[in-house]
């Protein structure tokens, strides 16, 4: 049995320790094989790229050698796919191999593309890429005075993320005593302050609480560079000093160009987490077009799901479990409180107050990840 | 409406039904239409709301067996 997973992120990281540990007598028996194959050498642990907006970590505390978080028993390849080939059961690689599999995993992820709204690429800062967050924070530490506007594009990662901004932007001009001549303005896509009801409701007195502005209902359309100016697709605009966005993003070009799925997103069984059309063919994360967050949490749990499943599969012949929708998200509310949240597709998040010691587990995560990765939390 | 994609919005709370439709009629034609299905309750009015703010056309909405069925096309 010939296992492929493509995407070394956290879905196929945890997927393939996962599935190592539960078939390593298969896999010393010669009867499986997993390969993995990705587009890097180093695994990076993008929630952290928030603090490096805002000097909290610098972006070498980000990375590990993708090698040394797998066990054993996976192969592991740089050399990402460059087409599937699925009524084939083979992927061709950038350097031009062929690999065929019995079953393939797809967790090649998603990608910001500011691109696809004008200007923002000039225009706008973002801690959406590393490189973005260095010069982010370079920007933060020169402000003295004027409007910070936050701009959220559609779809994107970790959807507790422009929330978590504002707490942090709030905490960052305070500590530095010009809160008062830096004003926070926050635009979103829909017509509340977050998409998860009971998010919105917590965050609205928090907001007012902290004097930031906001504006709902507020898709980007452009980014006026010259102006200084962000106009929306609903007819509006805000002037700004310094202008930050989540930018949208979309999936990789590969899904795409092998016609597997508009935007880059893999149609998926909600529970199964099989591609539609394709038993042999499981989907991971970001990759899928699930109506669940783009986050490391959910393809975290969906891994451990896919992961039982094929080990299953290869024992007794078939699947035991279904994916339920879970995530799980800590909440910064500062630089020194925090709470969480979690959901299914049936249960709704229950917000509790926020807290230092929910400030300081999170703090511990962004090391626990490490382990989490490996497959051992 | 069976010219509609279909978008699937039940059961989930996060990005939700109306992003979820944003989402998709970024990726539209104009003059395309898009059958949005939710079981949130708030999306008889939220979702409404945003197709008139921005411009498109809402074609039908109706709650059927407590799911709402949402047609807009794209109109810009």
């Known amino acids: 049995m010939r296992i492929l997973i493509v995407g070394g992120g956290t879905g196929g990281t945890i997927l393939a320790n996962n599935l190592a540990r539960r ?28 603090y490096v907006a805002f000097g909290q970590m610098t972006p070498d505390q980000l990375y590990r050698d993708q090698q040394s978080l797998l066990e054993p028993g996976v192969d592991f390849y740089v050399d990402p796919v460059a087409e599937f080939q699925l009524d084939h059961n083979k992927v061709v690689t950038k350097s031009g191999k062929t690999c065929e599999y019995d079953m393939l995993v797809i967790a090649t992820g998603s990608r910001i593309v500011p691109e696809q709204i004008p200007g923002m690429t000039e225009g706008a800062d973002t801690f959406y890429s590393e490189a973005g967050a ?25 959807p507790i993320a422009p929330v978590e901004l504002v707490f942090s932007l709030h905490d960052y001009f305070t500590a530095k ?10 635009h979103y896509p829909i017509g509340r302050i977050h998409t998860i009801a009971n998010v919105a409701t917590w965050a609205k007195p928090e907001f007012d609480r902290m004097g930031i502005e906001y504006e709902t209902l507020f898709n980007v359309k452009e980014v006026d560079p010259e102006n200084k100016v962000v106009r929306s697709e609903e007819g509006t605009e805000t002037e700004y000093d310094m202008l930050i966005a989540i930018p949208p993003h979309a999936g990789m070009e590969v899904i795409e160009n092998s016609n597997l799925g508009t935007g880059g997103w893999i149609p998926t069984d909600r529970h199964r987490l099989t591609m539609e059309g394709y038993d042999n063919v499981y989907v991971l994360g970001d990759t899928t077009n699930l109506p669940v967050s783009k986050t490391g949490s959910a393809a975290h749990f969906e891994a451990e799901v896919v992961a039982e499943n094929i080990a299953s599969i290869i024992k007794i012949g078939i699947p035991v479990k279904d994916y339920d929708g879970k995530v799980y998200c800590f909440i910064e509310t500062g630089h020194d409180s925090a709470t969480h949240a979690m959901f299914d597709y049936k249960n709704p998040p229950d917000l509790k ?6 400030h300081w587990f999170k703090m511990a995560y962004n090391q626990m990840y490490w382990s989490s990765v490996r497959g051992l939390l | 409406m ?7 919005a039940r059961d989930t709370f996060c990005p939700g039904p109306l992003m979820e439709l944003i989402t998709h009629m970024k990726q539209a034609e104009v003059g395309e239409t898009i059958e949005l299905l939710s079981t949130d309750e708030g999306s008889g009015n939220d979702v409404p709301e945003w197709v ?21 096309r794209k109109a810009k």
């Not at chain 1, 924070?137 to 779809?155: D, Y």
């Not at chain 1, 005593?177 to 926050?186: A, E, H, L, M, S």
Request: glycine share 8%; charged share 30%; proline share 4%.
């Open chain 1, 177 to 186: 005593g010009i809160r008062d001549k830096v004003k926070i303005k926050y």
């Open chain 1, 134 to 158: 260095v010069k982010m924070f370079k920007r933060l530490r020169e402000i003295e005075e004027g409007t910070i506007a936050i701009a959220v594009g559609v779809p994107h990662k970790c």
């Open chain 2, 52 to 72: 008139n703010k921005v411009g498109h056309e809402l074609i039908n909405s109706e709650k059927i067996d407590g799911v709402w069925h949402i047609t807009i």
């Open chain 1, 23 to 50: 078939l390593s007598s298969e896999i010393r028996g010669r009867k499986v094989k997993i390969t993995m194959l990705s587009a890097s050498d180093k695994h990076m642990y993008q929630p952290g790229l928030l």
């Open chain 1, 353 to 358: 107050p926020s807290s230092k010691p929910m």
């Open chain 2, 2 to 8: 069976s010219d509609s994609k279909v978008v699937d």
